[in-house]
């Protein structure tokens, strides 16, 4: 999927990227009468000369921009203005030519939409940089520049892939001397009604866990998978299958079997297909492609074992073996120093790091293991647990600094990965019953 500009006017579309209603006309209406500023904004232009001098001492005020403005006058001419742009913020992988490629062509789509839009480029390195020489007492600090971005961002997005798997490696402690004021963001964050979006792109890595050209081929594929009627129709499926079901069990031939309940909980979607609700957070993957849910934190009891986990900056982890009682991890097991490396990552972290968070059920037919979250968690025949934040779109009630999805294969010989809802079979080897 080399064509970025039609990639470019997806996403914009998929997040509904535009202009939003003028916030500041109830104060207007406070300040000046909602009679009179319902007389201006039934029309869209007028000359202030066929008002009185108290009217037009009014209209002069309304040019502020504490009111939007609700007004703009052009060669004497005065028009209304019950809409004012959203803002968007772009993040790229500073790195790639093309991440930076693609956040130009959404700025532009958000400039001739009328929305306010800066890039940013990302770079692991500065992120290592800021560990390694910040003063330790500054790492306790909320970062006052990032929470007034967010709290004036309407959407925001962020492109790319991470550059170095293990780049916190030998960070631990002092990104735990952070973790209380990333939970603390993450919950500012959530109060906000931001539209997000983690736009994959394929990166130069420092580590790959398949060869460079599958890694580029399968991210492409899945992109374009992404807008198929082939997951529309399994995230259908799924969909219906879950939803007024109250309790799950996942079983496979390795010893899994974990149970815990979904009751009351909404079953949400991860497609192009959804009608975007710009006042409640929102989260946009692509590729995109599952079913998901937030299970009833306290109800997780039982024993699975997961093929992939990739916690940021802690690398790929590869048959993590979780036991899980009443909602949260108890006992870990994996292959080599993985078990190590999960307790690092859980270490850094706080709130409810170690509570399940999210049950997801991959449907983008083109999604292969990557080492890479967004894409793995998308594999048909594949469903993940995560832990940790489910706030938000999630619908969830756990807050932490981090929320770490885990990657189940179901489908293929000797596996025989089954879901069941209320007892009844919905999944049957990774496939849908």
């Known amino acids: 999927m080399k064509n970025l500009q039609k990639l470019a006017l997806d996403v914009s579309d998929t997040l509904g990227i535009s202009q939003k209603e003028n916030p500041h006309i109830k104060k207007a209406m406070h300040d000046f009468g909602a009679k009179f500023i319902d007389k201006l904004l039934t029309q869209k232009k007028f000359k202030k000369e066929n008002y009185t001098d108290k009217e037009k001492d009014i209209i002069n005020k309304l040019k502020h921009t504490k009111y939007g403005p609700l007004v703009y006058e052009i060669d004497n001419i005065c028009h209304t203005k019950t809409k004012v742009s959203e803002n968007v913020r772009i993040r790229y992988v500073e790195e790639s030519a093309e991440c930076y490629e693609l956040a130009k062509l959404i700025r532009t789509i958000c400039f001739k939409r009328g929305c306010h839009c800066a890039i940013t480029p990302h770079n692991t390195e500065t992120d290592k940089e800021y560990y390694r020489l910040a003063p330790d007492n500054i790492l306790f600090e909320l970062n006052p520049l990032s929470v007034a971005i967010i709290k004036n961002t309407d959407v925001s997005i962020f492109i790319g892939d991470e550059t170095d798997p293990n780049w916190s490696k030998g960070f ?18 959530d109060q906000q009604s931001i539209r997000g979006a983690y736009l994959a792109l394929p990166v130069k890595k420092k580590e790959m866990y ?10 492409y594929e899945s992109l374009i998978a992404s807008f198929s009627p082939e ?11 879950l ?13 899994t079997d974990l149970t815990f309940s979904v009751k009351d909980r909404r079953i949400l979607r991860d497609d192009n297909y959804a009608v975007v609700d710009k006042k409640r957070n929102e989260i946009y993957n692509f590729p995109t492609g599952e ?10 009891n039982g024993k ?11 690398g790929l982890i590869e048959n993590l073996t979780l036991t899980f009682r009443d909602g949260k991890v108890t006992d870990a097991k994996a292959k080599g120093d993985g078990a190590k490396r999960f307790r690092n990552f859980l270490d850094v972290n706080t709130g409810e790091k170690d509570r399940i968070a999210e049950l997801g059920i991959g449907c983008n037919p083109k999604a292969e293991f990557l080492g890479t979250t967004i894409v793995d968690e998308k594999i048909y025949g594949s469903i993940h647990i995560a832990i940790g934040f489910n706030l938000g779109p999630f619908h969830g009630k756990n807050l932490a600094s981090s929320h770490l999805d885990m990657i189940k294969i179901m489908k293929g010989k000797n596996i025989n990965g089954n879901v069941y809802a209320d007892n009844k079979l919905i999944m049957k080897n990774g496939e849908p019953v």
């Open 304 to 314: 699975i074992t997961f093929d992939y986990v990739t916690p940021r900056g802690f």
């Open 291 to 300: 079913v998901f849910t937030a299970p009833v934190e306290t109800s997780a």
């Open 243 to 255: 939803k007024n079901k109250e309790q799950i069990r996942i079983t496979a031939d390795d010893g």
């Open 172 to 189: 631990e402690k002092r990104i735990a001397c952070g973790s209380t004021s990333s939970m603390q963001f993450r919950k500012i964050y």
């Open 210 to 219: 398949v060869p460079e050209k599958k890694y580029n081929k399968v991210f």
């Open 231 to 241: 997951m529309k129709s399994l995230i259908d499926t799924y969909e219906k299958k």
